[in-house]
């Protein structure tokens, strides 16, 4: 008699000649759903994207640099792993992580990814050294020193990001209108930037900047999902 294995989402039904190994085979598959949905750098790039806040596809499109097209193929493939979720709003289709654990993997896996694999590091290394980068003892010694004012922290995201969350006591100070916000910004203290994580730039942007005009920048290298990790 074949072996006969059904499956219903929520509850494993099994008949009665299915053997163990059928049984194990089959939840390994449902697991490996995860990571074929996840195996592609730009479907972990449009993960860490909405780890910052709901997107539209042609926001994804933009802020990935490729296509509307590409994007929502890669959202499919997400979509069917259970990993992202799509809602309609007006004329627009707004895309969110499923869950907070989403965001988490994509941390675990890049940290394993730093750990294990030589030619990150040295990418890693050399975008340190381009860079002034925060070092502190603990998080609560930056929130400590944010909350007294002896440092000031910002965050660099647009601001739909900010208000989505952020580090507790940052400012608001998108890239694109920090040029023009110098004003707002003591030169007698620290300033701390962050924007996405590790492999965003924008903070990294943020920092020559504000050095080139004085200020005594630095750069935090975890964003929002790591930082709630």
């Known amino acids: 008699m074949p072996v006969a294995l059904t499956w219903n989402y929520k509850m494993l039904t099994l008949l009665p000649m299915t053997t163990n190994r059928t049984i194990k085979d089959a939840l390994y598959e449902q697991v490996a759903r995860i990571a074929k949905a996840s195996a592609s750098p730009k479907r972990l790039e449009l993960i860490e994207l909405l780890g910052q806040s709901p997107k539209t596809v042609e926001a994804l499109a933009l802020q990935a640099g490729i296509s509307a097209k590409l994007v929502s193929a890669h959202l499919k493939e997400l979509k069917s792993a259970r990993l992202v979720e799509a809602e309609r709003q007006g004329k627009y289709i707004i895309y969110r992580l499923a869950s907070a654990e989403v965001g988490q993997l994509w941390v675990t896996l890049r940290v394993l990814a730093e750990d294990r694999l030589f030619e990150l590091q040295d990418a890693l290394r050399q975008l340190s050294a381009a860079t002034h980068e925060w070092v502190g003892n603990s ?19 647009p601001s739909e990001e900010y208000a989505v969350g952020h580090v507790p006591f940052a400012r608001s100070m998108p890239l694109a209108e920090l040029k023009n916000r110098l004003a707002e910004l003591p030169k007698d203290r620290p300033v701390i930037a962050y924007c996405r994580g590790p492999f965003c730039l924008m903070s990294s942007d943020a920092v020559r900047l504000l050095r080139d005009q004085g200020i005594d920048a630095l750069q935090m290298r975890e964003g929002v999902v790591e930082w709630n990790s």
């Open 139 to 157: 998080r609560e010694e930056l929130l400590n020193k944010a909350k007294s004012g002896e440092v000031i922290v910002i965050d660099v995201r």
